[in-house]
């Protein structure tokens, strides 16, 4: 960057050309007396002069993580753990560098390493490094780490210990459920592992529900109605398979023809979504979710309340209230929950 020739660096610094080209190539290093008048030549500090940080960048961990499972298959296992101690030791508090070439290592050996004996001696220093990342100020990464001793934990049926250490994970911004679940599971507790998928798939297919139907709506505003009723199709067939009632299947499909001002088609929408009450096609009445406990109604009341007020104080959909058919199915709604 300075445009200074070796020759230039060794007649400043009092040395031959040739030292100056090995130091550049790796080959030997400065006396440690020329340290301080090389990063003064060189207008640094000798920490940067001796590429001295705390972390590496994302990129080059992607890169040292990519290059060492090439090395894990070509010059052994051996070899890549003895460079990854040496990198740990150059980056101590580089947790997301130690992490993922943990992971790493330790997949490997699980799969591929043929001697239990020298397999025990790498895993332990494996844990070792994981458990200093467990412990870091880098919340996202530590979680990644107890999620990794809960599962080592698992495996050795220390399951109180596991128990003990999913517990610090928070709630807060991440999923340890399929953890929990793997636990249950080890534990023989079957019931408490059905419960949790369960409760799992609900949560999670109700909210690709209203993902799809949030899409559609931005279709309609396109007025793209042919890929919005595209995309309500897909809706009540998801539905349908998942046994989530005439409501949520049908609401797709009742946005776009409502935005279509296809009155006949919309109505015969609310009428199929007005049926759930009626419907034996409820996550209630279900085999995927019978180890979920729901309330007695499921709170339906409630939910056709506000369903009934939407449809009517809807302006959007005034196209409709014209029709005695879009009367006739409010008034049977309200009866059958007592709406006033």
């Keep these: 960057e300075l ?3 070796q020759e230039y660096i060794a007649k400043s610094l009092g040395v031959s050309a040739p030292a100056v080209n090995k130091w550049e190539n790796g080959i030997s290093y400065p006396d440690i007396e020329l340290l301080a008048p090389l990063a003064r030549l060189l207008r640094i500090d ?4 001796l590429t001295f940080r705390e972390e590496l960048s994302d990129k080059e961990i992607g890169l040292f993580i990519n290059n060492l499972s090439e090395k894990m298959m070509t010059i052994g296992f051996e070899e890549a753990f003895n460079e990854v101690e040496q990198r740990i030791r150059e980056y101590p508090n580089c947790y997301k560098l130690i992490l993922w070439s943990a992971q790493v290592l330790r997949g490997y050996l699980m799969m591929r390493f043929p001697e239990k004996k020298d397999e025990e001696k790498y895993l332990n220093k494996i844990n070792e490094w994981i458990k200093i990342v467990a412990l870091c100020d880098d919340m996202k990464l530590a979680c990644e780490a107890k999620i990794s001793l809960t599962q080592l934990l698992i495996e050795k049926q220390d399951y109180e210990e596991a128990q003990n250490m999913l517990d610090q994970i ?3 911004g991440f999923d340890k459920r399929i953890i929990q679940g793997q636990l249950f599971v080890a534990q023989n507790k079957y019931e408490d592992a059905y419960k ?5 798939m609900y949560q999670q297919v109700n909210g690709l529900m209203n993902t799809i139907l ?5 279709l309609c505003k396109e007025h793209k109605y042919d890929e919005a009723l595209y995309l309500a199709g897909i809706s009540c067939q998801i539905a349908e398979i998942m046994d989530l009632g005439n409501y949520m299947g049908n609401t797709a499909y009742f946005t776009v023809y409502a935005e279509m001002k296809e009155a006949e088609q919309a109505i015969d929408c609310m009428e199929k979504m007005l049926e759930i009450g009626y419907s034996s096609c409820k996550p209630k009445d279900s085999r995927i979710y019978r180890h979920m406990k729901f309330n007695a109604n499921d709170g339906l009341a409630k939910v056709y309340d506000m369903v ?14 014209c029709s005695e058919r879009y009367t006739q199915l409010l008034e049977k709604a309200k009866r059958k929950y007592s709406i006033d």
């Excluded at 939407?310 to 005034?318: F, M, R």
């Design 3 to 5: 445009n200074m020739t």
């Design 308 to 321: 009934v007020r939407a449809l009517e104080s809807n302006d959007g959909i005034d196209f409709l209230k």
């Design 46 to 49: 000798i920490n940067t002069l």
């Design 214 to 218: 949030h899409k559609v709506s931005v």
């Design 170 to 172: 928070p709630e807060l």
């Design 196 to 200: 949790l998928q369960e409760e799992m």
